[in-house]
């Protein structure tokens, strides 16, 4: 019981001590993120969506420009046996 009060009162008086400390750390505003820092994050941004769209609308059009030759290698093959025929 005794050693249970001596630890109370050590412990209370730690707290209160560093309670009374004027020790603490200065508020500072917090600012936030400048104009620039924002405007270059969207450039940023901006530009690597273009980069990536780029590359897809090419590989489509490659791929559309195969599709469309090869149905017209088709169109004059069957022209050719029309014309052949009479």
Known sequence: MLSRLVFRNRLLATSRRFASSETTAPVVAKKGTGLFQR????????????LVTQFYIYNELVEGN???LEKQKAIEKKLK???GKK
Request: avoid cysteine; aromatic fraction near 6%; charged fraction near 10%.
């Open 39 to 50: 405007l270059s994050s969207f450039i940023v941004g901006a530009g690597l969506s273009a």
């Open 66 to 68: 195969k599709v469309i």
């Open 81 to 83: 046996q029309l014309e």
